[in-house]
């Protein structure tokens, strides 16, 4: 009777983590709504954006401002975002994968990299590496707004100009759908305007500015980096939900299936304990008649 009390306790055992697990799924699947109608509001803008930037960028040249300079790539900041809570699958184990796996390509030669992340997860994960970080951005995507993108921009933008290191790369999971999310790594700048001045003279066209070029690239650089950033913390608040909905109605399904199969371990081990009750006083009975 011993071994039916445990099986007991574990069936309620599971049926209470069937009921956490089936709430989180709730959860994050009416938060997923949110953060994806937030997602597909926001590449519109970030691209067009970008187109608005490239071509501005583009007839004025690489001298026009510090963030469209190219130098000699000897160190690179990396910036990881990840989210602060678990629970959410593969969404911070792949990217984090990734992550290891380009400071161990690229930090180990002449090139330095200076390391930025987003979310409890990538500071965890460094740190138990005993990889520094120069800064950490906690609980940024629980409580996403474009404050936490212009913070993250104006690191970015001031260790650039103050050429603390030559090109910046973010690591993040694009979302696609709730059951898939890509891990992506983009370079913000200065290489995204690279391709910019041949796409300008191909066209033969030019235009008249007020205020100059260059003032109006002081201005629309950095809003462009905030509006880049702001649509990948978008993306992985988006995929962050995704992630865990599956993660999490996955984890109810095993929940259902465990139940079952333990259910029948227990019905199994009760008719066993009645068999041999009775095999017990059918025993008892003919030793009396004998």
Known sequence: MANLRAIRKRIGSVKSTQQIT?????VSAAKLKRAQDAIVAARPYAGKMREVVQAVAGRAGQDAHPLLSSRERKRVALLVVTSDRGLCGGFNSNLLRAANRFLRENGGGAEEIVLFGVGRKARDFFRRRQVP??????????????GHAEQVANDLIGGFLEEEFDEVIIAFNEFRSAISQVVRM????????????????????????????????????????????????????????????????????????????????????????????LMEIIGGAEALKG
């Open 186 to 277: 983009e370079k913000l700048f200065p290489v995204a305007f690279e391709q910019a001045g041949e796409s300008a003279a191909a066209d033969g066209i030019d235009y008249l500015y007020e205020p100059s070029q260059k003032e109006i690239l002081a201005t629309l650089l950095p809003k462009y980096v905030e509006a880049q950033i702001f649509r990948v913390l978008l993306e992985s608040v988006a995929g962050e939900h995704g992630a865990r909905m599956t993660a999490m109605d996955s984890a109810t399904n095993n929940a259902v299936e465990m139940i079952s199969r333990l259910t029948l371990q227990m019905n199994r081990a009760r008719q066993a304990a009645i068999t041999k009750e």
């Open 22 to 26: 089936k709430a989180m799924k709730m």
């Open 133 to 146: 970080m120069r800064k950490e951005y906690l609980n940024v995507l629980g409580t996403l707004s474009y």
